[in-house]
């Protein structure tokens, strides 16, 4: 009896401990993945990154603080890769995946392709992993984008949230 007891536990830990494992479903994550993919400057582009949402928060100059480097996403850090040799902004990229993450400000913001493309979030961000590093001026959105949002169209690639939209010409 004790041998039958003992193998019923066995088996409910085991069986709890499998399907504890197979619950890391990033679509229920309260900041979905997305991916957007898309063609500019002859090159295709695939960005992967989750989409945190506003919820009635200041979230640049707040929960982005000014001058910190941000993942320019949540979770893990955002993606983004290129099939062909890029310029970003008139500067050489190589064909590659990158981690992507932005230095917002006020009045300007710096954004970095850095080579250690699989990481989570920006808390080993190595600033000599950088391949290259663009600054780039914000726009206010006409209105309020509550999830984070990136968009390839013609040349340019743009990240929108909350009331902030920066770009990035692809030649």
């Not at 993945?33 to 400057?41: D, Q, R």
């Not at 309020?144 to 920066?166: C, F, H, P």
């Amino acid at each position: 009896m004790k041998r039958l007891l003992s193998l019923l536990m066995v088996t409910a830990f085991l069986y709890i401990g499998l399907s504890a494992c197979g619950q890391d479903n990033k679509d229920a994550r309260p900041s979905p993945p997305a991916k957007v993919t898309g063609t500019a400057g002859g090159a295709n582009i695939t960005i992967d990154y989750s989409q945190p949402s506003v919820k009635g928060r200041k979230i640049f100059g707040s929960l982005e603080p000014w001058g910190k480097v941000w993942r320019a996403g949540a979770n893990e850090a955002t993606t983004i890769e290129f099939d062909k040799d890029v310029k970003i902004n008139g500067q050489p990229l190589p064909k590659g995946k990158y981690a992507f993450f932005a230095i917002p400000n006020e009045s300007e913001w710096t954004l970095i392709f850095n080579k250690t493309a699989n990481q989570w979030g920006a808390f080993r961000y190595k600033q000599e992993d950088d391949a290259l590093r663009v600054k780039v001026a914000p726009a206010k959105t006409p209105s309020l984008v509550e999830k984070l949002n990136y968009t390839i169209a013609g040349n340019k690639v743009t990240l929108a949230w909350e009331n902030t939209a920066v770009s990035f010409n692809v030649q």
